[in-house]
Every structure is written in C-alpha cells, then in structure tokens.
C-alpha cells in the first residue's frame, strides 16, 4: 500500500481534508482531530493527512494535560486500548494504528502507541508513517540508542527531512555520549546509503542493474531514472513532456510513447490535453477496440471532474450549488460511460459489475440486480456479486431473497477472511430485520468468536446477553 498525496485520494475525502485544515486554522483542535482521523480510518496511507493530525496532537498535548495514574497505565501498556491495539495487530493493521491514533489524540507523546503505528504501518508498507513516529519517539528518548538507529535505517532509505532529522539525532547522541562504533556505523551507513540512493547505486544490491548503467553517459541514465520514477518532480515531468511532444513528430505512431505522453499530462493536471492524447491512441486502426484503453480515458475525465471540485472556492457564496452541479455531472457520467462500455464490451463481465456498482449507488435497485446477476457469472467478481445482490434484494424488502443469497455465497467462501465476516454479518442484519433475533445473533456470535473488534458486533451481542 504505497503511501498517497492529497491528488491520490477521492475528492469527498479531499473536501474534507480541507474542512479540516479550516478548523486547525481556527484553533479548533479537537474538531479538526476528529475530522482527520474519519479520513485516515478510510484512507490510512494519506500521509500529509497523518502528519497534519500530529501537528493538532501536539497542540492538545500542550494544552490538555492527562492525570499522573492515566500515564502511568498507558505508557506500561495495560490500558484497555493499547491492549486492543495489539490484538488487532496480528489480523488487521490498520485497525490496530486506528487505535492507536485514539490514544495519541489525548496522550501524543506516547510511546506505546507510536511503536504500535510503527509496526502497523511497516505491516502496510508506509515507511514515511512508520518514520514520522520513530522520529517523535526519538525526540522524546533522545539518548535511546536503539531506537535512534532504527529510526536512522528507516530515514536513509526515505531520505529528505527525515535522513537529516536522523542525522541531527545521532550527532547529538555522539557529542553526549562520546565514541560508540554502533552509532559511528550508524552514521556512516546514513551517509552512504543517503549517497547510494541518490547516485543510484542501491539497485546494485538488488541485482537490478550494472556498474556499466551507473557509467552510462549521465545525462542519459538520469533521463531513464526519472522515467521510470512513480513520483516525478514538477521540473523532471515538464522536461520529459517537452521531450516526448518533440519525439511525436517523428514517431507519431509510437503508442506506447503517446500513452506516456498522456499520463505524464494528467499528472501535471492538463486533462484536457491528456485526453487528446489517449483519443489519438484510440482512433488508430490497432486501437479502436481496447477496453483497458476506454478505461483509461474514462477515469482521466473523472479526474479531471474532480480537479474542478478541487479547485472551487470554499467561501463562494454559491459553492453548495456548483459543487452539487458538479458531483450530478460527474455521476451522470460515470454512469453513462460505463453504459456505453458494457454495450461495447458485452462479454465483459467485470464491466457489468462495475455498471451494478453504479447503478446500487445511485438508487436504481432494479437495474442494479440485472447488471449483478450477470456478473455473478465472472468467479473473481461472483461472491462480491452475491453481496451486492442480497443488498439489493434487501432495499426492495425482498428478505427471504435476500436471506438465500447470503447463504449461498457464505457456503462458496471457505476462507474465514473480511469479505466472509461482511456476508456473515449483512445476514445477521437482514435476519436482525425481519424479526428472527436468535438466529441473527448466531451470526454475529460467529464474528464475535474470531474478531470481537469487527463493526458493531460487540454491541449487538452485548446488548443480546444483557436482555437475556
């Protein structure tokens, strides 16, 4: 799960995120808290989000002091949340940081449950997540030798702020507590891996490239490198724009050339552009016919829809009204895009799930059970098919239907994973409903059993014992 930018994330989280940033502006911390952590409980990879939360936590830490008791429990790590937090380590990460998070948001300084969003975002692969709290856990524990290490290790494979807060670090440790070979290793190894990294020599380890590509005229290998970079600079995207449109001239058949010429557009936010681009592709005679290629442009025009929401001002007078305009156009769309695929690909089944997605969430139950009926057919999509189904049947009352749908794609899911719990549940819920209590709560006990953190099912088993 490679950590995302704010452009990365859908555009109600975005609105959202700005909401946010608003209440920190006023100095209204606590609000802004409660709305940064609803968007990384959806979107636990949106770093500037997190470290926009860390900046509120500092400041209700220093305005808002826990009881002497209340420390002394939670940074020994028999609170109740930190003990939740370590059990929801072992089957869900993210869930285990979410709780984590909660008790940074009275105590942001606590070193228990920094080490758990560490170890929850090296499980999730968020190496700027992970760092971010080794380096405040490196603040607070200036003289931890161990954990100044393992926070520089981290920091030279990010680089940036962190390979020099990491730095900083060992520099102090080294001045106070004179010569130690672990610390003069570590630094040594911040520093050459720093230069391995930007030179490019960190491939060598890996066997991915030669002393002979590091020799290569250097104007070339970096012009490669940067290629192939998933994140690219504003100065590096522009010169290969530049290069490539020069390129089309002579190669204005190359469509692999074309196809990265768009995709480099869309990054720099010219859509329209990007578009131009991609219908060049799809008007070739090799082209015409390529749903991966539609899908491209489909999701390019979405985003471009979204970079307009984006950019509307939030203290316009009518920005209610144009950012309603603006979702209706960009559900209208979708909607009808992916009607036109479905026609032009009939046997695309993934499609026609897709079309269900869209048609469930717009209302249009009726519509939506026909598109998912078919693509029960595909046996990647058929159980998360059935799920759909079973909601739909669900809306139109149809519980009995409902009911049927669920056991059958519980009875084809053997694995006990979220997506079984999800059936298992939405079952309990549609038994819940129509009145059957006891055979309800046989499925939520079976949820209970193996995840007792799992939605609502505590409360719900809870409250069916206390009744008893």
Same mark, same amino acid.
């Given at each position: 799960?490679?950590?995302?930018?704010?452009?990365?994330?859908?555009?109600?989280?975005?609105?959202?995120?700005?909401?946010?940033?608003?209440?920190?502006?006023?100095?209204?911390?606590?609000?802004?808290?409660?709305?940064?952590?609803?968007?990384?409980?959806?979107?636990?990879?949106?770093?500037?989000?997190?470290?926009?939360?860390?900046?509120?936590?500092?400041?209700?830490?220093?305005?808002?002091?826990?009881?002497?008791?209340?420390?002394?429990?939670?940074?020994?790590?028999?609170?109740?949340?930190?003990?939740?937090?370590?059990?929801?380590?072992?089957?869900?990460?993210?869930?285990?940081?979410?709780?984590?998070?909660?008790?940074?948001?009275?105590?942001?300084?606590?070193?228990?449950?920094?080490?758990?969003?560490?170890?929850?975002?090296?499980?999730?692969?968020?190496?700027?997540?992970?760092?971010?709290?080794?380096?405040?856990? $490196?603040? !607070? #524990?200036?003289? /931890?030798? &161990? %954990?100044?290490?393992?926070? @520089?290790?981290?920091?030279?494979?990010?680089?940036?702020?962190?390979?020099?807060?990491?730095?900083?670090?060992?520099?102090?440790?080294?001045?106070?507590?004179?010569?130690?070979?672990?610390?003069?290793?570590?630094?040594?190894?911040l520093s050459a891996r720093t230069t391995m990294d930007e030179g490019g020599y960190s491939k060598l380890e890996g066997g991915e490239g030669?002393?002979?590509?590091?020799?290569?005229?250097?104007?070339?290998?970096?012009?490669?490198?940067?290629?192939?970079?998933?994140?690219?600079?504003?100065?590096?995207?522009?010169?290969?724009?530049?290069?490539?449109?020069?390129?089309?001239?002579?190669?204005?058949?190359?469509?692999?050339?074309?196809?990265?010429?768009?995709?480099?557009?869309?990054?720099?936010?010219?859509?329209?552009?990007?578009?131009?681009?991609?219908?060049?592709?799809?008007? $070739?005679? !090799? #082209?015409?016919? /390529?749903? &991966? %290629?539609?899908?491209?442009? @489909?999701?390019?025009?979405?985003?471009?829809?979204?970079?307009?929401?984006?950019?509307?001002?939030?203290?316009?007078?009518?920005?209610?009204?144009?950012?309603?305009?603006?979702?209706?156009?960009?559900?209208?769309?979708?909607?009808?895009?992916?009607?036109?695929?479905?026609?032009?690909?009939?046997?695309?089944?993934?499609?026609?799930?897709?079309?269900?997605?869209?048609?469930?969430?717009?209302?249009?139950?009726?519509?939506?059970?026909?598109?998912?009926?078919?693509?029960?057919?595909?046996?990647?999509?058929?159980?998360?098919?059935?799920?759909?189904?079973?909601?739909?049947?669900?809306?139109?009352?149809?519980?009995?239907?409902?009911?049927?749908?669920?056991?059958?794609?519980?009875?084809?899911?053997?694995?006990?994973?979220?997506?079984?719990?999800?059936?298992?549940?939405?079952?309990?819920?549609?038994?819940?409903?129509?009145?059957?209590? &006891?055979?309800?709560?046989?499925?939520?006990?079976?949820?209970?059993?193996?995840?007792?953190?799992?939605?609502?099912?505590?409360?719900?088993?809870?409250?069916?014992y206390a009744s008893q």
């Amino acid at each position: 799960m490679p950590e995302k930018l704010v452009n990365e994330i859908p555009a109600d989280l975005r609105r959202l995120y700005t909401k946010a940033g608003e209440a920190a502006q006023r100095e209204n911390p606590d609000y802004a808290i409660a709305l940064f952590c609803q968007i990384l409980e959806k979107e636990p990879a949106f770093f500037d989000c997190r470290r926009a939360l860390r900046i509120e936590q500092a400041k209700k830490g220093s305005t808002v002091h826990a009881g002497f008791f209340r420390k002394l429990v939670s940074n020994t790590g028999s609170s109740p949340q930190i003990v939740k937090a370590k059990m929801a380590m072992s089957h869900d990460p993210a869930e285990a940081m979410a709780i984590a998070e909660q008790i940074l948001n009275t105590d942001a300084t606590n070193s228990i449950a920094h080490r758990i969003i560490v170890d929850a975002a090296r499980a999730m692969e968020l190496p700027q997540t992970a760092a971010m709290s080794l380096e405040i856990m $490196s603040r !607070n #524990s200036p003289k /931890d030798k &161990a %954990l100044l290490i393992e926070f @520089a290790e981290l920091a030279a494979q990010i680089g940036g702020d962190f390979a020099a807060a990491a730095s900083a670090a060992l520099d102090n440790l080294a001045r106070t507590a004179g010569f130690d070979p672990d610390l003069a290793q570590a630094q040594k190894n911040l520093s050459a891996r720093t230069t391995m990294d930007e030179g490019g020599y960190s491939k060598l380890e890996g066997g991915e490239g030669s002393y002979r590509d590091i020799l290569r005229n250097k104007e070339e290998a970096v012009t490669l490198e940067q290629a192939q970079r998933v994140q690219q600079t504003e100065d590096t995207t522009a010169r290969l724009i530049k290069e490539y449109e020069a390129r089309l001239v002579a190669e204005p058949d190359n469509t692999k050339m074309i196809r990265s010429l768009a995709e480099l557009h869309a990054e720099k936010k010219d859509f329209d552009r990007a578009l131009e681009l991609y219908a060049r592709i799809k008007n $070739s005679t !090799n #082209s015409s016919a /390529d749903s &991966a %290629l539609d899908r491209v442009i @489909a999701d390019t025009t979405v985003k471009k829809m979204e970079y307009q929401l984006a950019q509307l001002n939030p203290f316009a007078p009518d920005h209610a009204e144009q950012a309603a305009r603006l979702q209706a156009a960009m559900a209208e769309f979708k909607l009808a895009e992916c009607k036109q695929r479905s026609e032009n690909y009939p046997t695309d089944l993934g499609i026609r799930f897709e079309l269900g997605q869209l048609y469930f969430e717009t209302g249009k139950i009726a519509e939506a059970i026909a598109e998912f009926q078919k693509a029960q057919q595909n046996p990647h999509k058929r159980i998360a098919a059935m799920s759909y189904l079973a909601q739909c049947f669900a809306k139109r009352g149809m519980n009995d239907s409902a009911v049927r749908t669920l056991q059958n794609a519980i009875k084809e899911k053997p694995a006990f994973d979220d997506e079984k719990k999800d059936l298992i549940y939405n079952l309990g819920c549609v038994l819940e409903k129509m009145g059957k209590k &006891a055979e309800a709560i046989e499925q939520f006990l079976q949820i209970y059993e193996s995840d007792v953190s799992y939605r609502d099912v505590a409360a719900k088993v809870d409250a069916h014992y206390a009744s008893q």
